[in-house]
């Protein structure tokens, strides 16, 4: 399955933004998807999961009650809405599907978006 992530841009603190991945390409549907960022000069960590049919998630401690995570796939779209951003939140924000290791290890990935949050 081939991703690409949209949505990026500037924020003030307190904004909120919304990020986009399609889907396209593959046979399977029933896949989990996840959100994951990349701060500079820091490793790449898990942000959320969501399960094949939406009914399950699973959110980092430092994302949770700002962030949801959701899926459309009648439309092969992952979103993340975020709210109450922080200039911490500042990161590129990559998709992934297909879960290797429920809820952080997939096996497909998509480009990066970049969030910058001002303060």
């Known amino acids: 399955v081939q991703l690409q992530a949209s949505g990026g841009g500037l924020v003030q603190a307190g904004g909120s933004l919304r990020l986009s991945c399609a889907a396209s390409?593959?046979?399977?549907?029933?896949?989990?998807m996840g959100w994951f960022r990349q701060a500079p000069g820091k490793e790449r960590e898990f942000v959320a999961a969501?399960?094949?049919?939406?009914?399950?998630?699973y959110y980092a401690d430092s994302v949770k009650g700002r962030f949801t995570i959701s899926r459309d796939n009648a439309k092969r779209t992952l979103y993340l809405q975020m709210s109450s951003l922080k200039p911490e939140d500042t990161a590129v924000y990559y998709c992934?599907?297909?879960?290797?290791?429920?809820?952080?290890?997939?096996?497909?990935w998509g480009q990066g978006t970049l969030v910058t949050v001002s303060s």
């Open positions: 992934a599907a297909d879960a290797t290791n429920w809820p952080t290890d997939f096996g497909s």
């Open positions: 390409g593959g046979t399977r549907r029933n896949y989990a």
């Open positions: 969501i399960n094949w049919n939406g009914g399950n998630t």
